[in-house]
């Protein structure tokens, strides 16, 4: 029987597990033998006893070198790659541009890691799409967050005392995030306007009832898997100038503007916050990337011009308990995809259409090009320093 086993989540602020009771026993119904490290999902607000009721084990850190299919939610260690057994499967956000040590460790032990931001955007995988769950939940706290700075109320009040006028809130970006921001934020009161550098954008927000800025130039800049491609400067130009005057009236700014593997557009300059009325507040959702937002910072609320900016990395953290729930279910169908329809092993074939996209190591190969290059690009740059340093 396959061992599959879920660790306890190590990185900083991480509060989600891979693995529900629910999920596990979905798991178990698979025919797969789980195992839980104890105290994984605590801090998600799922007990050991829930798992164990479920049908896993629970286990420890060692269980990690008999698994045969690992899951997490953030990517590994270094180390924790190299404690894997060789030839296994791991399963996961793998961030792998930026963990390079870890995807060096994952080749060498031939393991065959499936990076779950890989996961193409086509009909057969919409349950497997965490970016696309997890973006769900992020949408939804920034609304929150913004309220929660905010020194006002988001919706229209009628009082003895008079009437309180709704708060205004601007969204830059309707991918899942934004159109989670724009339904939450109406839900709330709010008066939304929102703006996308897809044309087909528009129909989505105006459904939603917010009203779609539009921008010439829009229709151009849809990518493949209706993802939004980097835009050119011109455009975002145009883009800045189009929305600056609802921006400079807006009580809320939410931006969630992010291309996948680039930095994110600046769309929010120190201008248009100079623009804004003092305590306005701005969530940037893509501050892990470089932010949408000047003078935004990486994991802090700060005060600039009068106007709070939100920068709080990892928001479905933040909410983890049903964002272990969402990421857990995308796994499950990822998992029971590849195990035969007759039963047995999970089999993680780089020839189908979904493996072959999000497969991002595999039998000791860098299957994802631009992670390869990057690693090859490291590994030219070592090589030079080693050469340029004289011999002792």
């Known amino acids: 029987?396959?061992?599959?086993?879920?660790?306890?989540?190590?990185?900083?602020?991480?509060?989600?597990?891979?693995?529900?009771?629910?999920?596990?026993?979905?798991?178990?119904?698979?025919?797969?033998?789980?195992?839980?490290e104890s105290g994984a999902g605590r801090s998600a607000?799922?007990?050991?006893?829930?798992?164990?009721?479920?049908?896993?084990?629970?286990?420890?850190?060692?269980d990690l070198a008999r698994a045969e299919v690992v899951l997490r939610v953030q990517p590994p260690t270094a180390a924790q790659a190299e404690a894997q057994a060789e030839g296994t499967t791991l399963i996961g956000f793998l961030a792998a541009q930026a963990e390079l040590d870890a995807v060096v460790a994952l080749r060498q032990r031939r393991?065959?890691?499936?990076?779950m931001e890989l996961v193409p955007r086509i009909t057969r995988a919409q349950s497997m799409d965490a970016l696309s769950s997890q973006a769900t939940v992020a949408g939804y706290k920034a609304v929150v967050l913004a309220a929660q700075h905010s020194p006002r109320l988001f919706p229209l009040l009628m009082t003895a005392a008079g009437t309180v006028r709704p708060a205004k809130c601007v969204v830059?970006?309707?991918?899942?995030?934004?159109?989670?921001?724009?339904?939450?934020?109406?839900?709330?009161?709010?008066?939304?306007?929102?703006?996308?550098?897809?044309?087909?954008?528009k129909e989505q927000v105006e459904s939603l009832g917010a009203k779609f800025i539009e921008v010439e130039g829009a229709a151009d800049q849809e990518g493949a898997g209706g993802y939004a491609k980097e835009a050119s400067e011109e455009f975002l130009k145009r883009q800045r100038e189009e929305v600056a005057r609802r921006v400079a009236e807006a009580n809320v700014v939410i931006t969630t503007a992010q291309v996948p593997g680039r930095k994110a557009p600046l769309l929010i300059t120190e201008d248009m916050l100079r623009a804004m009325a003092p305590g306005s507040v701005v969530v940037d959702l893509a501050v892990e990337s470089g932010g949408n937002c000047a003078l935004v910072e990486l994991d802090q609320v700060v005060e600039r011009h009068g106007v709070t900016l939100v920068g709080i990395g990892n928001l479905p953290a933040t909410v983890p308990y049903h964002a272990s729930e969402l990421y857990a279910r995308n796994l499950v169908n990822l998992v029971a995809h590849a195990v035969p329809k007759g039963g047995g092993a999970p089999l993680f074939d780089p020839s189908d259409e979904i493996f072959s996209a999000a497969l991002l190591v595999h039998a000791g190969e860098v299957r994802h090009a631009p992670t390869?290059?990057?690693?090859?690009?490291?590994?030219?740059?070592?090589?030079?320093?080693?050469?340029e340093q004289p011999n002792p």
Do not use: H
């Not at 393991?111 to 990076?115: F, L, M």
């Not at 390869?372 to 050469?387: K, P, V």
């Open 372 to 387: 390869a290059a990057a690693l090859a690009q490291r590994e030219a740059a070592d090589g030079s320093s080693t050469q």
């Open 172 to 201: 830059f970006g309707a991918g899942v995030a934004g159109l989670q921001a724009i339904a939450t934020a109406r839900r709330l009161g709010c008066q939304v306007e929102a703006t996308d550098v897809r044309l087909a954008a």
């Open 111 to 115: 393991i065959s890691a499936v990076a």
């Open 45 to 62: 607000g799922f007990e050991d006893t829930a798992y164990r009721d479920a049908g896993a084990t629970l286990g420890g850190p060692g």
């Open 1 to 36: 029987m396959t061992v599959l086993f879920v660790p306890v989540e190590t990185r900083a602020g991480e509060r989600r597990v891979a693995a529900t009771p629910d999920s596990v026993r979905r798991l178990v119904k698979l025919g797969l033998e789980v195992v839980v």
